[in-house]
């Protein structure tokens, strides 16, 4: 029975194959599959189902999509654990698949160390996928089947891995333009979340087949007549998904058999010029839902999708019609996967730019987790398409602003940009977009990029931009003046100290910020610590029984750290360094750092000798250009 069902597989995954693969490649698949028979043997999925058997479903898929043989490889004999396994793989079918095997093994390492998964999965996918692009593909494949059998956990563990499906490799699907594969995602982890809203949606669909069919079907009937000059290779109906369904029923809060927006076509035609002309003849002949006519073809989406989309109203009924080339019919079908085919085509263009503009956002060391929300909301989230003045459209994520449009359009636009013309009217920066808003970014090439841009950006291609622009100035900043950045953990100085207490850390208390020279007393905060104040700060009078005498020093044996507040400038930092140089200071350490829209805090580590040396500093500091306050720690 089992070898049956195996058998079975088998020819089910080579008659799929046949027709696009060359013989030389269905050699190596049925190299594949003869290795992993070895590998696995009898072993069984927790359904009790042979492993090779997932495997070849996965196979199936892949070679659904028209893959490459290797990415089909890599779905054959995905799973193969051991080191000495993969070594085998690398002689057997090269170092391209042997690689492709161990990118799926890393993204499954992962379930084994976290609970909380969703950031740090997507952070994964992220990651592996940067080092080959094709290992989603197989990944997204696997999930596909892996859905399909989550009954063999609790109810809990079910949720998460459909919630997981949902908000992840779904929209990933959906962004590589693989949409049957988003479909049976949604569909399937829809079931998994809310059986009964599934299975009431999906008994209403089957119990207006009939009646759908039959309207489709004169409707095709119809077109055709109306449409029999031009050069028409395909019209079908399509279901819509029950997922979409259940997405417009919530959002729209409209009872289900009150949704009309069920009947869907597609037209498949020749050319762009035949997409136009049976769209212009569809609007004379048949009335139109105004403002719903969508032209991806002149405006592609961010996945290369291409069609024509309106809604015609006939007889009370809306129905969704789709106009496209039989190119972007297949393209929409098979999505990017298309572009990284069994032909001699290795990448696509567009796909690889994406690749290469996230490489460059993992560049940034350190704060890629910061960068993670935006990539996420970037990449995964909902959507606003605005236009530039000569109608190009242009996709961003919900909640963009000016800024972001303007990174869009180019990294030098944002960086000059000053501010916007939102429909005519003039708008800051930082004003939110909506759909449909016709944008003027206004520059100005005195302009730099400001840190306090961070905070309203959204869109991870500006943060990216923004902070590489800022880091890039702060470290010509900091370099050309010689900055000493010490490794090694500073212990530094305090500037006050008192003969009584030595035994005490003391620190400049915030409240009055007081500085060299001033009158100031010590507060004992605990058994190691003491607050220094201005002799006249509000806070000293209501601690009297906690004061002890203080003093600054005159001398100092180790570096002391300064902060200064300034307006936000062009060469800030610059100037507060030069100063601190040409007054014979030794600079260990320099950073700045955004406070709000106009100020920054720029900070330095220097050793001093003499308390009039800091003196004369804090003086000079004071005369600066921007300069709001200075304090000490």
Not at 30 to 41: P, R
Not at 216 to 230: A, G, M, T, V, W
Not at 325 to 334: I, L, N, Q, S, Y
Not at 376 to 400: D, M, Q, W
Request: glycine share 4%.
């Amino acid at each position: 029975m089992i070898f049956g069902l195996l058998m079975e597989y088998k020819d089910k995954f080579f008659d799929l194959c046949k027709e696009k693969y060359s013989k030389k490649q269905l050699s190596k698949f049925k190299e594949a599959i003869s290795f992993i028979e070895e590998v696995f043997i009898d072993e069984k999925r927790l359904n009790g189902e042979l492993l090779i058997v997932h495997n070849l479903k996965v196979g199936a898929i892949l070679a659904e999509n028209h893959l490459s043989s290797e990415v089909i490889l890599a779905g054959l004999l995905h799973g193969v654990e051991e080191d000495i396994l993969i070594t085998d793989l690398k002689k057997k079918f090269g170092g391209s698949v042997s690689e492709l095997v161990f990118g799926q093994l890393q993204l499954r390492e992962i379930k084994a160390k976290h609970k909380d998964l969703e950031s740090e999965l997507l952070r994964k996918v992220l990651f592996v996928t940067l080092s080959d692009p094709r290992i989603i593909f197989v990944k997204l494949a696997d999930k596909l089947e892996n859905l399909k059998d989550v009954s063999v956990f609790g109810i809990r563990e079910q949720k998460r891995i459909a919630n997981e499906s949902l908000e992840i490799y779904a929209p990933l699907a959906n962004r590589l333009g693989l949409e049957q594969i988003k479909r049976n995602l949604e569909d399937i982890s829809l079931k998994i979340l809310n059986n009964k809203k599934y299975f009431e949606i999906a008994k209403f669909l089957d119990a207006t087949k009939k009646e759908r069919k039959d309207f489709i079907d004169l409707f095709i009937q119809e077109i055709r007549r109306s449409l029999d000059k031009k050069k028409i290779v395909k019209i079908k109906g399509r279901e819509k998904s029950i997922y979409s369904i259940y997405k417009k029923i919530t959002e729209r809060k409209i009872p289900l058999d009150l949704h009309r927006d069920h009947f869907a076509m597609r037209i498949i035609v020749n050319s762009e010029k035949d997409c136009y002309d049976v769209l212009g003849i569809l609007h004379e002949k048949y009335e139109s839902m105004q403002g719903l006519l969508k032209d991806y073809i002149a405006n592609p989406k961010s996945n290369g999708y291409q069609s024509l989309h309106t809604i015609l109203i006939v007889d009370s009924k809306k129905i969704e019609v789709q106009i496209r080339t039989k190119r972007m019919d297949e393209e929409a079908e098979e999505g990017s996967a298309a572009h990284w085919s069994y032909k001699n085509m290795k990448s696509d263009l567009g796909f690889e730019k994406k690749v290469s503009w996230l490489r460059s956002v993992m560049e940034l060391k350190g704060e890629d987790r910061d960068l993670l929300g935006s990539i996420k909301k970037s990449i995964f989230g909902e959507k606003v398409y605005c236009y530039t003045p000569k109608g190009k459209a242009i996709e961003l994520p919900e909640g963009s602003t000016v800024l972001d449009f303007a990174y869009y359009v180019h990294q030098e636009v944002g960086n000059k940009a000053v501010a916007g013309r939102i429909n005519g009217s003039f708008v800051p920066l930082k004003k939110k977009l909506k759909s449909g808003d016709v944008v003027v970014v206004l520059t100005n090439k005195l302009q730099v990029p400001r840190r306090h841009w961070i905070k309203f950006v959204v869109s991870s291609r500006a943060k990216t931009f923004i902070k590489k622009a800022i880091k890039k100035r702060d470290n010509i900043e900091i370099n050309k003046n010689y900055v000493i950045s010490s490794k090694e953990k500073l212990s530094f100085d305090s500037l006050v100290y008192s003969r009584d207490f030595n035994h005490y850390e003391f620190s400049l208390a915030k409240c009055c910020s007081p500085m060299p020279v001033e009158e100031i007393v010590g507060v004992i905060k605990s058994q190691k610590r003491v607050l220094v104040h201005k002799t006249d700060c509000n806070y000293v009078s209501k601690v009297k029984d906690k004061i002890i005498p203080v003093s600054w020093k005159e001398e100092f044996s180790r570096p002391i750290k300064i902060f200064v507040e300034a307006k936000e400038r062009s060469g800030v930092l610059k100037d507060f360094l030069n100063t601190i140089i040409h007054g014979g200071f030794i600079v260990n350490d320099a950073t700045i750092k955004g406070l709000d829209e106009e100020f920054v805090e720029c900070s330095f580590v220097i050793v001093p000798r003499k308390l009039n040396e800091v003196v004369k500093l804090v003086k000079r500091i004071k005369n600066i250009r921007g300069f709001r306050k200075v304090r000490f720690e």
